[in-house]
Structures are given as structure tokens and as C-alpha cells.
């Protein structure tokens, strides 16, 4: 069953709060971890040795607790940077929405998950986008996507043009749909990679040339 919603960034927003409320309650528990033996020995003096103790395991496991609160944290800020970049292509796709150009977001397909941007001409054109929020430089290495990090490659996390193969796929099967173009667009990175031709069946864009992109291949397309 497919679901969609038509608010960029939603599903990424949601999911970076339920990380930062994880985060919150493990330095909660962090805390309490110092906090027991001290309350324990004050309402029933123990030993002092058994304090020591009971405060050393306490520091321990407020030390593990502390240091996955932060792991949580800085996952809520990767989704945040993920939504800013749904945000801000969603905006910049407002103006095909104006010439009448139909877009859904955060499309809800159980095979693959999450398909952030689903878009359709006036003239019937299916585009399935999956956009990127990195801040850097994306070039074409041989035959995958890097990015340039202090002049030097580094791979992605992910093989994003394999990821997209696979949305473009379900889509097609779940709306019945003859043509999904697929398109990786980046929205903070700089993309020196020519987007006259596609890369393993996709095309890869910066935000800034995505609506001409967009424009151009609706133009000459042929079914």
C-alpha cells in the first residue's frame, strides 16, 4: 500500500525529535546513576567503602549512558540536516507546482521505505527524486559517486544510484506507472558532474539546476 504525505521533511523532523527524547532520557539515567547511592546513603547511612563503590559503578555507567546520549544527538542533527534539505528543495520546486506540475512527498513504499519526492508533469512525465543534504563536492569516480573532502575522495555511505534504482522500481509497480525517472539531488553540495546524461539510469543534480533539469527532460521526452 502506498501512503504519501505532501509535507517535505515530516518523517525526518518526527524521527530527530523521538532521537533527541532518547538522548534526553539516557542523560536522565545518567544522572540518576550518581545521584541513587547518594540518596540511598543519606536516608540509610551504609559503610563508606560500599559508597566508594556503589559511586565508582555509578560513574561507570553514567559514562555509558552519557556517551550514547550523545551518539543519539548527533543522529537527531543528521535527520534535521536530512528535513533542511527536503525543506529547501521542496521550495524550490514551487515553481513547477505554479505551471502545474504535481508533487508528493515522504511516498511511503513498504519494499524500500522512504521515497522523498514523487513529481509529475502536466504532460505525464513521472520523476521519483531522492535528495541529499552533504555538504560538499560530488563527482563521478570510475563508477560510483564521492565526494571531495579536503581534496581528497571519500565514498558515500550509501550507493545512492543503486538506492534509487530500487524506489524508481517500486513506484512503478505500486501506481502502475510506465515511465519513473529517477533524479539524486543534492541540495547543499556542489555537483561537478555534467547532468546532460544519466549515471547508471539516473540523473544527478545540484538544487540549483533542478528546475531547468527538470524542464528540459520533460521537453524531450518521448513515451
Do not use: C
Not at 145 to 153: D, I, Q, T
Amino acid at each position: 500500500m502506498l501512503r504519501r504525505n505532501n509535507r517535505a521533511g515530516k518523517s525526518l523532523r518526527l524521527h530527530a525529535k523521538q532521537l533527541r527524547m532518547k538522548a534526553l532520557n539516557k542523560y536522565s539515567a545518567a544522572g540518576g546513576s550518581i545521584l541513587l547511592p547518594l540518596l540511598l546513603y543519606a536516608v540509610a547511612p551504609f559503610d563508606l567503602p560500599f559508597l566508594v563503590a556503589a559511586l565508582v559503578v555509578g560513574a561507570v555507567i553514567a559514562f555509558m549512558l552519557i556517551e550514547k546520549g550523545q551518539e543519539l544527538w548527533r543522529s537527531s542533527k543528521n535527520f534535521d540536516q536530512g528535513a533542511d534539505g527536503e525543506e529547501k528543495t521542496q521550495k524550490v520546486l514551487q515553481v513547477l507546482i505554479r505551471d502545474g506540475w504535481k508533487a508528493e512527498y515522504n511516498v511511503q513504499l513498504p519494499p524500500v521505505g522512504d521515497v522523498d519526492v514523487w513529481l509529475r508533469s502536466p504532460k505525464g512525465i513521472n520523476f521519483i527524486l531522492n535528495v541529499k543534504s552533504h555538504s560538499t563536492e560530488v563527482v563521478w569516480d570510475g563508477d560510483v559517486l564521492k565526494r571531495r573532502y579536503y581534496a581528497k575522495l571519500r565514498d558515500f555511505e550509501k550507493d545512492f544510484l543503486a538506492q534509487i534504482a530500487k524506489e524508481a522500481t517500486a513506484l512503478k509497480k505500486a501506481k502502475n506507472l510506465t515511465n519513473v525517472i529517477p533524479v539524486v539531488v543534492f541540495s547543499d553540495a556542489t555537483v561537478s558532474i555534467s547532468h546532460e546524461k544519466k549515471i547508471k539510469g539516473a540523473y544527478v543534480i545540484g538544487l540549483g539546476d533542478l528546475v531547468s533539469k527538470l524542464r528540459e527532460i520533460d521537453r524531450s521526452w518521448r513515451k
